[in-house]
Structures are given as C-alpha cells and as structure tokens.
C-alpha cells in the first residue's frame, strides 16, 4: 500500500516520526479552529490539510507550538 505523501518526503521537514505526527496534528486542530471561527466549510479533512503543508514545505517544526502546555 502507498501512502501519499511518502514518509520520506514528509520526513525532509519533520525528520522524527513521532514529531510529525504531533506537528500534524497541532496544525490540524489549528485549521479546523480556524474554520470553525470563521464559519467555513472545509472541502478536506483539517490532518489532510495539515500533512499536505508539511510535504509542501510550507510548515516545519519550528512553525506549530508543540509544547505540552496550552
């Protein structure tokens, strides 16, 4: 089974498995609280979106707060 994007490609701007996942899911809930705020519908799941951004370049580690604490 393929997945796509290829971990390789999403691992060239998250370089930890477990990092990415925690990035991804950050940004994720960014998205949807950002859609939900401004009432919009959104065509793509928020994790879709936000996988699509790591392998596009356009967010990295340094990007989304991971912090623990909110």
Known sequence: MMLYPAMTTLN???PNRYLLVNVVARRAR????????EGLHLTEKPVTSA???VAEGKISTGDVDISINR
Request: glycine share 0%; charged share 35%.
């Open 12 to 14: 060239k701007n998250v």
């Open 30 to 37: 960014q998205i949807a609280e950002a859609a939900d705020e």
């Open 51 to 53: 996988i699509n951004e």
